[in-house]
């Protein structure tokens, strides 16, 4: 009996990777997530460790990254189909390829009645929440929403932060801004229609952050609370995490391409974690409050 190498391929999975159309003031989007794979005469990379037919996975990340500056992205279909077929063709061992792609989905964020230019809410994923709490007389209900994921194509800067020896990070006037917003409010009372309520605060957080130019996703997150608690009297405070979902333009220039804010990887972590509390300075702090997580640190 001898072993022998079976069927095998190699490649990049899940390449993230958004294009924003700018070419007008009504931005479009697209998201998708690459994965492709090769198949050929690799025999002596498995056998021997001789890389010397190895297409590098990095190289294939680099290309679904410059095809899509370079040609644009268009249909998945043609973009795949495009893909495959340069990898076939880039060296003669390389026989076959795989290329898998999904297409998330974004619907432009409706504010007053009209679809925002640049702000977008992916559909799917969203929960409406809530917590109802009965201690004795006291009852409350904190309702909230999570898995909010919304993104702003231009409209948002970061600058003015403090450098120490270990800050890299390049200032901007001009970036992507993307979180999937978790919230949670508690009412002053339980007798309300909690349905039209939910409608209200949704509504005041998305469209806060589609119309606020963002200087931080600080700023958003506090105007964001503010608008809620303008919009329904009845919600005494709110808190509110927002993850910073990173979008990192690409550098292109080691392939002789330019990329004025087209091409962006998006890695899912890690990322910044942003959460904060906003309230009315006279909300009650009885009992009914949402309750602190116990400090486990501090001795009983
Ligand atoms: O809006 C932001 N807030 C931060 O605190 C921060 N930190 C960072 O690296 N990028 C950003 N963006």
């Known amino acids: 009996m001898a072993i022998v190498l079976g069927p095998n391929q190699f490649g990049k999975a899940e390449v993230r990777l958004v294009r924003i159309d700018r070419s ?9 997530n690459v994965s ?7 025999d002596d990379a498995h056998l021997l460790g001789d890389n010397s037919h190895i297409l590098t996975t990095d190289a294939q990340k680099n290309t679904v990254y410059a095809f899509a500056r370079e040609y644009g992205t268009g249909q998945i279909e043609d973009f795949a189909l495009r893909l495959g077929r340069h990898f076939v063709g880039s060296f003669p061992w390389i026989h076959g390829a795989r290329v898998e792609i999904e297409q998330f989905a974004w619907e432009r964020i409706v504010v007053d009645g009209s679809p925002h230019d640049h702000a977008f809410s992916q559909p799917g994923g969203e929960r409406r929440t809530t917590v109802v709490t009965v201690d004795g007389p006291s009852v409350s209900v904190v309702s909230g929403l999570a898995g909010l994921v919304v993104l702003k194509s231009t409209g948002s800067e970061f600058h003015g932060f403090p450098r120490d020896r270990y800050t890299t990070l390049a200032e901007t006037t001009d970036r992507i801004l993307a979180t999937e917003v978790t919230a949670q409010w508690r009412y002053v009372t339980t007798d309300l ?5 939910f ?6 957080l998305v469209t806060t952050f589609a119309q606020v130019h963002s200087l931080a996703l600080q ?21 509110i995490s927002m993850p910073n979902k990173h979008h990192f333009l690409v550098d292109l220039s080691p392939f002789g391409l330019d990329n004025p804010d087209i091409v962006y990887q998006v890695p899912d ?18 009992s009914d409050r949402p309750q602190a997580r116990p400090d486990t640190t501090s001795a009983p």
């Not at 007008?24 to 998708?32: A, C, F, N, P």
């Not at 409608?199 to 005041?204: E, F, L, M, S």
Request: aromatic share 6%.
């Open 193 to 197: 229609d909690f349905g039209p309520l």
């Open 36 to 42: 492709t794979a090769l198949r050929g005469d690799f």
């Open 269 to 286: 972590r890690p990322y910044g974690l942003i959460e904060a509390t906003v309230l009315r300075d006279d909300a009650p702090t009885a």
């Open 199 to 204: 409608g209200r605060v949704r509504d005041a």
């Open 219 to 239: 700023q958003t997150l506090y105007r964001m609370g503010e608008a809620a608690l303008t919009a329904v009297e009845q919600v005494a405070e709110i808190r």
């Open 24 to 32: 007008r003031t009504v931005h479009h989007i697209t998201d998708l």
